[in-house]
């Protein structure tokens, strides 16, 4: 007995053959409306290694050349059949494809901010109001702060319109300080590095180092 | 590396295939580097292998960038970083729960994610974070 295993949302057919998944699968397409399902049947879903995982990565960025937009289903998502996948998406169809239109086009870059984190600005603290007001005041400016990443400002003066959208975290485990994940066009990853690249003097004292282009893993949420 | 003029070859995997390999979804390498190509090299092998301009990436200069750890951090997981590589699909992407049963049991899943930390952590310490 097989199980479906999904990898990605797509916004449209790819125009060539699909390929094959991570436990060699021949792997499939199931349209639910609008969208596009890209899936392969499996005795059991991929184990959790490392080889697995980059596995999976290399089949969304061989879809990724040929369609406009890929959404990255987690990685070990596995449903009995096809009817209980259009039945779980059916629902969510709209966010899913307002998230296919916002990475359509896009690829994902991830900076992550290094440095001394007691040079870190203080949080906020709220004043005023009851207690119960400081309270949810406390909790909206943590959230405000934890989303705030001002180490980066040169870095994001010089990348200017290269980033469509920005998603950032900031940590509690030194030296990291932070995780921010860029949405920008297709095909200027390296235009990207070699801005943050050339920010490197005006960032400091903080370190940052960039990986990708990914797939727009990040810039699901709505669809999450 | 074979130096041409102003830009040499940076070969980067040998590969046995039947056909000519396709390179669509190649990770596009360095910064500054030129497109991913394929190049024949008989008996059924074929290298992939990128344009490097010098001016950038020459000995000298890689020699004494090797020094500045940020500069490592940069060209050094241009295009794969073990943690994001691994990070992304786990904690990111479209979830489904509820309907769809998730083939992972969580003991796997943390092991793999302390794989990942411990990867990572090697890669901070080789740039020189505490």
Known sequence: VSEVYLYALLSATPACEAGF???????RLVSIGDLVALVGDVRDPPAPTALAVRAQEAVLRRLAAVVDAVLPVRFGTVVADDAALAESLMPRRPQLARALGRVSGCEQMTLRVWGDVTAAAVPAVAIGGGPGTRYLDGRRLARQRAQRVPELEPARRRLGDLVREERAE????????????HLIPRGTG??????????????????????????????????A | MTPASD???????LVRAVGRPSLAGAPRGLPGLGPVRV?????GLCLTAAAVPLARYDGARIARHLRDLDWVALHGAADESPFDLVDNPLNHG???SGELMHGLAGVDLFALRLQA????????SARGEP
């Open chain 2, 94 to 96: 479209v979830v489904i």
């Open chain 2, 39 to 43: 190049l024949t090299a008989g008996e």
């Open chain 1, 21 to 27: 998944g991570v436990c060699a699968e021949r792997l």
């Open chain 2, 7 to 13: 830009a040499a070859t940076s070969p980067h995997c």
């Open chain 1, 190 to 223: 390296a235009r990207y590095l070699g801005e943050i690249d050339a920010a490197r003097d005006l960032l400091r004292p903080w370190r940052v180092s960039a990986t990708g282009p990914w797939p727009a893993y990040a810039f699901v949420e709505e669809a």
């Open chain 1, 170 to 181: 900031r940590h509690d485990r030194p030296p990291l300080v932070a995780t921010v994940q």
């Open chain 2, 117 to 124: 930390v411990l990867c990572a952590a090697d890669g901070v």
